[in-house]
Each structure stands twice: as structure tokens, then as C-alpha cells.
């Protein structure tokens, strides 16, 4: 769903994108000139405790494939063969655009603010400051508004963890029980182990627990990668080149949701020891998105090649239950998935509780932070319970999140930046970035709409 590990890349300096650590310096509004953008922001950046290429390489990979990674054959089957696996390209080619735009205007107002690095919420702040007058008022807000979409998308893939644990604890257990317990049990089963993972303060206390994941998540890989070639039947039974119409908003999320990790990139890039390494032909961002898309791309067509349209909402789902290695990997996945739920959680709380801690009373400070976290933990458990189902949830996350934060923000801060005289020929990025933001604009409207009614089917069911 894409995505949990998705934090894991920002480990070393996890609040760096969530908390205003450099200030944005006040240069007088108006026209640079040349001496504006002698400016080096990457002589003046702290490089105590910074990664190299491969270290930042590393990191981003560990970000990007993550569960995400599983949810890519049904995505298949929402597009069909053909238009699946082309598609995944297609929309794995503008994450990785709209990323690159967004590092190059973060450069770009770096050297106009002479500041040594940004974080996302302060390079989208920082280009309507400076951008033309009429949108300049829109800075505060533009600041606050990524934040928080920040914070929405990363609850709204905890309540995705919780529903993907759930149910496939709830397909071992009920299989060796013999009973049909809903879902929705396992999930208010789920509530002790996830308060007491909400509580958790400090990232080194999860270190531990990542280790733990990171193992359960490999060898549950491999046991997937197993089962997946060994029931491929060429020519493949049951499966379509292009579905319909109607499904086509669903894969255009589902994809969003998993290969979008627009969210690390920022503080990935902020701790590299030469940041102009991220960016350019080859680079960090280059190799990284390549190998993801493969990676993605090979399993969302092998997976769907072997259970063809029956392939489940993950594709962990697809495996036997029957087969005491199917039941393995089935548990090794929810509990990694689980483990990860700490550090997924970890951004939002402390997101929320800077905004509001100034308003308690100093004494009461630590169990105000305590009812806090048991409340967001709580509201992460109760979306579970009203949608326990992964299909519609993960389209839904990826169209509303996702799009808006990967694509829509990047293509509307590059034009805001680029707006007076650095447009390009014909105003080029101009029309690029509309289309960008048509696409945007098409996953969530159409994927919001497609996964809502199939809600809705779910509750009349």
C-alpha cells in the first residue's frame, strides 16, 4: 500500500521533514539577480552525520518497497495485462518526475532564501512566498496544508496496516479453527499491541522491532516469490490484457498508493553528503525509481500471471492456506506489517502533538502526549472496523493521499517557482505541469468514487 517502511528511510533524522529545523531567511520579496543564485546551499549544510550515494540509495530503497509491493497484482488485474503492466510504468515514470521537480525547485528556492536545505512543507511555503504576489498571501497556508496531508496520509496508511494484519491473521485462524469469525474481531484484536506501539516516543526504542520486521518481511518475500513461479501456467488461464473502463481509476491508485514515497525523499536528500548527487542522469533518484518500477512491474504481472483474475487484495491473501509454508508467510507478512505500524504512526503523533502541546498546561504535558496517542491509535482502529476491507481502502488512501502529495504539491510548487520567466520555451512547464495535475485530479476524483461505492456495496452486502 504502499507503504510503511516508507519512514524507515529517514531514520537517522526522522523529524527533519516534519519539524521546522532550518528557517527560511528573509531576503526581500521581488526579482534575484545573479548574485542570488551564487548561493550554495549545499557548502553551507551540517555533513556531521550525512549518508553517501549508496547509503542515500539504500535508504529510499528500503522506503519504496515496502507492502506496497503486494497490492500490485490485483492492481494487474484492475488494468489488465497489457494496460497494467504499461501503466505501472507510465505512472512509476511521473512519481519519479514529480519528485525530481520537487528536489530541483527545493534547490532552486534554497539558493533564493539562502538556506541551506528545506524541508517539503517549507519548499512549498517558501515558493509561494516568493513566487508572484498574488499567491504570496497562500505561504502560511500552503506550509500547513502539506503538513497536514502529511499527516492524513500516513493515519490513512496505519488504518491500511491494521486491516492488512487483521485479515490475515483472520485466514490462518480461521482455517485451523474451523470457525468464521469476522475480521472486525481480529482487528479489536489487534488493539493492545498497537496502543502499546503508539506509545512508543522515541525511534530508538523501535530500532529492535524494525530489525525484527525487516526479517519477517524478507523471508516472507521470498516464500511469495516461491510460491508465485511455482504456479504460473504459461499460457496463463483466466487473465485479461485490459479489464474495463470502470476498474481502470482503481489500478491508477492502488499504483499511486504503492510505488508514491514522496514523503522520505526530503530528508533522504537533506543528509547526503554530496546532494547534488540525487538528481542529474545517472543519480540517486534515477537508479532508485528504476529498480523499484521493475521490481513492481515484475511481481504485479508474475503474481497476476499466476492466480489470474482470483489474485487477492494483497497478494499474500492468494496463497494456500492449507500448506503450512502458505500459513508461514501469511503470519511472517502481519507481523512485520505490525512491527512497521510503530514507525508508520510515529510521523503523524508527533506531527499533531507540536501542534498542540503548547495549549496543556507544562504539568500535565506527558499525559496529555499519553491520552493523545490512545486516541489517534483508537481512531486508526475504528476506520479499520468500519472499512475492513483492503481493496477499496488502499484505492482510496492512494487516491486521496497519494495523488495530492506526490503529484498535485511537486507540479504546482515547480510552476509557482518557475513561474516569472523560467517557464522554458512556449511555457512548456506550464502545460506539463497542467497535465500533471489533470492526472492528479482524475485519480482522486474517479478513484475516490470508484472505491467509495465499492464501500458502500460492501456495507448493503
Known amino acids: 500500500m504502499g507503504k510503511a517502511e516508507k519512514e524507515q528511510a529517514a531514520m ?23 548574485k542570488d543564485e551564487l548561493y550554495d546551499p549545499f557548502e553551507h549544510r551540517d555533513k556531521k552525520n550525512s549518508n553517501s550515494d549508496a547509503g542515500a540509495l539504500a535508504h529510499l530503497l528500503k522506503s519504496s518497497l515496502g507492502t506496497g509491493i503486494l497490492a500490485m497484482p490485483n492492481a494487474i488485474r484492475n488494468g489488465g495485462l497489457l494496460i497494467g503492466s504499461i501503466g505501472t510504468i507510465i ?57 497536514s496531508a502529511l499527516c492524513a496520509t500516513y493515519v490513512g496508511g496505519s488504518c491500511v496496516y491494521v486491516v492488512f494484519v487483521a485479515t490475515s491473521i483472520q485466514q490462518v485462524a480461521n482455517y485451523n479453527s474451523g470457525l468464521d469469525i469476522s475480521s472486525r474481531y481480529y482487528i479489536l484484536a489487534l488493539l493492545p499491541a498497537v496502543l502499546l506501539l503508539g506509545q512508543i516516543r522515541n525511534l530508538k526504542y523501535m530500532v ?31 487473465v485479461k490484457l485490459f479489464s474495463s473502463v470502470s476498474q481502470l481509476p482503481t489500478f491508477f491508485a492502488t499504483v499511486i498508493f504503492a510505488i508514491e514515497g514522496i514523503g522520505v525523499v526530503m530528508p533522504v536528500e537533506n543528509t547526503m553528503r554530496n546532494p547534488g548527487h540525487f ?5 540517486v ?4 525509481m528504476t529498480i523499484v518500477v521493475s521490481l513492481y512491474a515484475v511481481l504485479g504481472i508474475f503474481g497476476y500471471l499466476a492466480y489470474g483474475e482470483d489474485v487477492r487484495p494483497s497478494i499474500t491473501l492468494s496463497l494456500p492456506t492449507n500448506e503450512i509454508l502458505g500459513q508461514a508467510v501469511k503470519i511472517l ?18 506531527i499533531i502533538w507540536s501542534s498542540i502541546k503548547d495549549k496543556c498546561s507544562h504539568k ?3 499525559l496529555c502526549e499519553t491520552l493523545m496517542r490512545i486516541f489517534m491509535v483508537l481512531f486508526t482502529v475504528v476506520v479499520a472496523l468500519l472499512v475492513p476491507q483492503l481493496e477499496p481502502f488502499i484505492s482510496l488512501v492512494g487516491a486521496v493521499f497519494f495523488s495530492v502529495l506526490g503529484i498535485s504539491i511537486p507540479a504546482i510548487v515547480e510552476t509557482i517557482s518557475c513561474w516569472e520567466g523560467h517557464l522554458g520555451t512556449f511555457k512548456w512547464r506550464l502545460w506539463k505541469n497542467i497535465v500533471l495535475l489533470l492526472f492528479s485530479t482524475f485519480a482522486l476524483i474517479f478513484g475516490s468514487w470508484i472505491s467509495i461505492e465499492d464501500i458502500i456495496k460492501i456495507y448493503r452486502n
Open 208 to 238: 529492535p522491532v524494525s530489525m525484527v520486521a525487516n526479517v519477517c518481511m524478507m523471508a516472507g518475500f521470498a516464500i511469495t516469490l516461491y510460491y508465485i513461479f511455482r504456479d504460473i501456467q504459461l499460457p496463463a488461464p483466466n
Open 91 to 147: 505512472i512509476g515514470f511521473i512519481c519519479a518526475h514529480c519528485v525530481h521537480i520537487l528536489v530541483h525547485s527545493s534547490h532552486v528556492l534554497c539558493k533564493r532564501t539562502k538556506t541551506p536545505q528545506m524541508t517539503y512543507a517549507e519548499t512549498a511555503e517558501a515558493a509561494f512566498l516568493y513566487g508572484p504576489k498574488p499567491v504570496r498571501p497562500l505561504a502560511n497556508v500552503s506550509r500547513i496544508f502539506v503538513k
Open 285 to 288: 533518484l534515477n537508479i532508485t
Open 364 to 366: 500535565y504535558q506527558t
Open 333 to 350: 507478512i502481519a507481523v512485520a506489517v505490525l512491527f512497521t505500524y510503530g514507525l508508520q504512526y510515529f510521523v503523524p503523533m508527533e
Open 12 to 34: 537517522e533524522n526522522p523529524m527533519q521533514e516534519f519539524t521546522s529545523s532550518t528557517k527560511i531567511a528573509p531576503v526581500v520579496i521581488g526579482e534575484f539577480n545573479e
Open 279 to 283: 538528481l542529474g542522469c545517472p543519480s
